[in-house]
């Protein structure tokens, strides 16, 4: 076959514990993005405060349930996630709220359907063809009139190369650590950046009807699609 069957990114042991430190290194406008997730939500819902059912795919250590979870409380919110680690984190960290379910496995593990699905972050390690089976899973899952707002790692090679060296040159202002040259070289060299015309084509051909980016930090981009 000719592409990588890869549709698992292992986080455990370190890369778990230290998650919700190190994700804001390597993304400063991390927090920037999970907080807009409730305006993007908010807009797109006919009515807010009637309860619907939202998924939050590769929900790591919790922080867009945490936020989302109290931000529409009539709402019931399903994570999934493939990580036994970062799942008990984002147990404790939701733990007063009772309108989240956590569950242990990926998109293809679930029941039933959602009007609304987050994906951050998630296929940014993944192949194309491995994001675009995401993808489609994502749509099936979606109740008519749904949507889905989706982080990736982003650009074609000319933009990449500019934006990455952007990237780089802002890391080695901000921080000065032991390991931050590997790091940079791991963010250039493992993800799977995917060029904006075809990120559309992808979701276009599984079916959503239309895609807006809203989001833009240097090589991470979120988009809104629509079914
Ligand atoms: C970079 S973290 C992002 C976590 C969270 N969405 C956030 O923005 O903080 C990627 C997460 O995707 C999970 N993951 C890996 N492969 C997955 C898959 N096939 N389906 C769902 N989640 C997956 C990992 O376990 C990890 O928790």
């Known amino acids: 076959m ?30 920037t993005l999970i907080n807009l997730l409730k305006s993007v939500i908010n ?23 945490l936020q989302l979870a109290t931000a529409f409380p009539q709402s019931e919110f399903v994570g999934v996630d493939p990580s036994a ?14 309108n ?10 679930l029941e039933g359907k959602f009007d609304a699905i987050t994906s951050i972050l998630v296929t940014q390690f993944f192949e194309t063809s491995t994001k675009k089976q ?20 982003f650009g074609n090679s000319n933009q990449v190369d500019t934006n990455f060296e952007i990237y780089n040159s802002f890391l080695r202002f901000k921080h000065d650590f032991e390991g931050l040259k590997q790091g940079l070289d791991q963010v250039k060299n493992s ?3 995917i060029e904006e015309s075809r990120m559309e084509f992808l979701f276009k051909e599984a079916g ?8 833009q930090w240097l090589i991470f981009a979120a988009w809104l699609i629509e079914k």
């Open 2 to 31: 000719a592409y990588s069957m890869k549709n698992i990114e292992i986080f455990d042991g370190q890369r778990a514990q230290t998650y919700d430190s190190t994700i804001n290194v390597w993304f400063d406008q991390y927090e």
């Open 43 to 65: 807009t797109k819902l006919a009515e807010p405060n009637k309860p619907y059912r939202i998924l939050v795919l590769g929900s790591g250590t919790g922080n867009e349930l």
């Open 85 to 98: 680690q970062m799942n008990e984190i984002a147990k404790e960290k939701t733990k007063g709220l009772n």
């Open 100 to 109: 989240v379910q956590i569950v242990e496995g990926t998109i293809d593990n």
């Open 134 to 153: 995401i993808i489609r899973s994502i749509y099936e899952k979606l109740n008519r009139g749904g949507f889905l707002i989706h982080a990736d790692a």
């Open 191 to 193: 993800l799977n950046y």
């Open 208 to 215: 959503f009807s239309s895609v807006t980016k809203f989001f």
